[in-house]
T-cell receptor, first 110, second 115 residues
Framework: SQQGEEDPQALSIQEGENATMNCSYK?????LQWYRQNSGRGLVHLIL?????REKHSGRLRVTLDTSKKSSSLLITASRAADTASYFC??????????FGSGTRLLVRP | GAGVSQTPSNKVTEKGKYVELRCDPI?????LYWYRQSLGQGPEFLIY????????DSGLPNDRFFAVRPEGSVSTLKIQRTERGDSAVYLC?????????????FGPGTRLLVL
């Protein structure tokens, strides 16, 4: 079963614009991770934020976590055509397995 | 070093047949995970190995699914009496220890199609 929902399901932006994706989850977590997937294969880990952290940065990526609202957001700044992919949030509880959301399909138009 | 590899890349089989999907984790990684991803969905957890033993198999959908990791490295996911609903991409991931927050490294997946 899926842990939660990602919003929006699909996003189309112009190159250079920022892209924001949101993720909501249902249960208590140890950490939340964001992954990227191209062409339905090859999940690539982007960033991990622990439950006691509120914000984290990595290059053009900024992730926030609000455990009171059980939500997270991923911001990609100055997007590029190469950022076109599906983005998934995944929560990890004490069992160390990942529970994924349904994903946001991002299209960055050149 | 080499990442997680999975074979075959694609597998087409007929309903009722038996299939085996193989995963080679990153060398030295203790933890290994299997996930299944249907079209348009996020991956769903199937089973997690810590060394040779299955630490959590709560995601296996039914007793037609079984996975082994006899030497604590390569793992095989076995599906008996395949059904059309088993069609999906089967993803394998490994991590260093499986304890504490750490990155799971995913393989490219095996796309299974049951006709």
């Amino acid at each position: 079963s899926q842990q939660g929902e990602e919003d929006p399901q699909a996003l189309s932006i112009q190159e250079g614009e920022n892209a924001t994706m949101n993720c909501s989850y249902k249960t208590s977590i140890n950490n939340l991770q964001w992954y990227r997937q191209n062409s339905g294969r090859g999940l690539v880990h982007l960033i991990l934020i622990r439950s006691n952290e509120r914000e984290k940065h990595s290059g053009r990526l900024r992730v926030t976590l609000d455990t009171s609202k059980k939500s997270s957001s991923l911001l990609i700044t100055a997007s590029r055509a190469a950022d076109t992919a599906s983005y998934f949030c995944a929560t990890e509880d004490s069992s160390y397995k990942l529970i994924f959301g349904s994903g946001t399909r991002l299209l960055v138009r050149p | 070093g080499a990442g997680v590899s999975q074979t075959p890349s694609n597998k087409v089989t007929e309903k009722g047949k038996y299939v085996e999907l193989r995963c080679d984790p990153i060398s030295g990684h203790t933890a290994l995970y299997w996930y299944r991803q249907s079209l348009g969905q996020g991956p769903e957890f199937l089973i997690y190995f810590q060394g040779t033993g299955a630490a959590d198999d709560s995601g296996l959908p039914n007793d037609r699914f079984f996975a082994v990791r006899p030497e604590g490295s390569v793992s095989t996911l076995k599906i008996q009496r395949t059904e059309r609903g088993d069609s999906a991409v089967y993803l394998c991931a490994s991590s260093v220890s499986g304890s504490g927050p750490e990155t799971q490294y995913f393989g490219p997946g095996t796309r299974l199609l049951v006709l």
